[in-house]
């Protein structure tokens, strides 16, 4: 179901955006705690580990159970307004994007819509281009996330007008090129290893077995999340440092604060500061959140697009019996 298929022209452009919106929503309903965590860890410039005095997280039980006495439940959905917008937003035109780029391919090129690098090449692109279009939300979800107490933004509004009077309108594209350099491979592996596990369900699952296949989708979804985060991991922390630039004064709770003046100057100081393990800082819960999210993405997804050629199908019954 995802991508373009020509035996099974159920789903349409528009249908693909309204699914991709669906499974983004309700995904990060439940993403949002490990997310929350993962950003906190990658934030933070001293090692994460109990050995470190210094350091305010060690460990993802340690910052569950600091982060709700500090700051309350709600804390783990810090940010949630901003990243429901980002993640409707970005279900909807990478979605859009992928199932119009593999029609594309179809349809002018000589190469099967189905393969593996073209889903690689065409979830690359669709990614890419809908990074750009949610790139601000998601630099507000950051800073949501990150900020401490007592918290610097009041609400969605406050955060917008205030770092567009002080920092200008480029800040809500800070960190766009390592999420550009990182997303094209990370998106592209997702939507190629998914396809790649899915035709070997098929092949390995006999074809009496094959009734859960809600259930196959979302193992394919989680595996093919796993790999493709695990592959391109550093880029998302070098995202996040240079996202909260300007924001130090409200990280002052939490540690260390670094300024980075672009994306090799990060690059520098953690590798120097931090060694090759700052590169993977908050890897465990973005491993978790990856398998999770990616696996419920494809779920919602493939049942929502289901779930429209079923209403489709059942109304075209209707007209013809009328």
């Known amino acids: 179901m995802v991508g373009y298929d020509p035996e099974a022209k ?3 452009t528009v249908e693909a955006a309204a699914a991709g919106s669906a499974s983004g929503l309700v995904t990060r309903v439940f993403i949002s705690p490990l997310d929350v965590i993962k950003i906190r860890f990658q934030l933070q410039i001293e090692q994460l580990s109990s050995r ?54 179809h349809n002018v090129t000589s190469y099967n819509a189905r393969d593996s690098f073209v889903h690689f090449v065409c979830g690359g692109l669709a990614a890419c281009t809908a990074t750009v279009a949610v790139q ?4 507000l979800r950051t800073r949501f996330a990150a900020q401490g107490e007592p918290k610097i933004y009041h609400n969605l509004r406050h955060a917008v007008l205030t770092m567009y009077q002080t ?34 369900s098929e ?22 999340g796993i790999i493709s985060k695990t592959l391109t991991y550093p880029f998302d922390v070098f995202k996040k440092r240079l996202q909260v630039g300007g924001f130090e004064h409200a990280r002052a709770a939490f540690g ?24 993977f800082k908050g890897l465990s819960p973005s491993l978790l959140k990856a398998a999770v999210s990616t696996g419920l993405v494809f779920f919602w997804y493939e049942l929502f697009c289901s779930l429209l050629c079923a209403l489709k199908s059942t109304d075209s019954t209707t007209r013809k019996e009328g």
């Open 10 to 12: 159920c789903v349409s």
């Open 52 to 105: 470190n005095p210094r350091a305010k997280y060690h460990g993802i039980l340690q910052a569950v159970q600091r982060i709700f006495q500090e700051e309350g439940l709600v804390a783990f959905w810090k940010g949630h307004v901003p990243a429901q917008f980002l993640s409707v937003g970005y279900g909807a035109v990478q979605f859009m994007a992928f199932e119009s780029l593999t029609k594309l391919v």
């Open 136 to 139: 601000p939300v998601d630099t």
């Open 167 to 200: 920092e200008g309108p480029r800040t809500f594209y800070r960190g766009l090129t390592p999420t550009i350099v990182a997303i094209f491979p990370y998106a592209g592996l997702q939507f190629s290893f998914y396809n790649i596990l899915q035709r070997f």
């Open 203 to 224: 092949w390995a699952i006999p074809a009496d077995g094959k009734k859960g296949g809600n259930i196959k989708n979302l193992v394919c979804g989680s595996c093919a």
């Open 256 to 279: 260390q604060v670094r300024t980075y003046r672009g994306l090799l100057d990060c690059i520098r100081q953690i590798m120097r500061e931090e060694g090759p393990g700052g590169f």
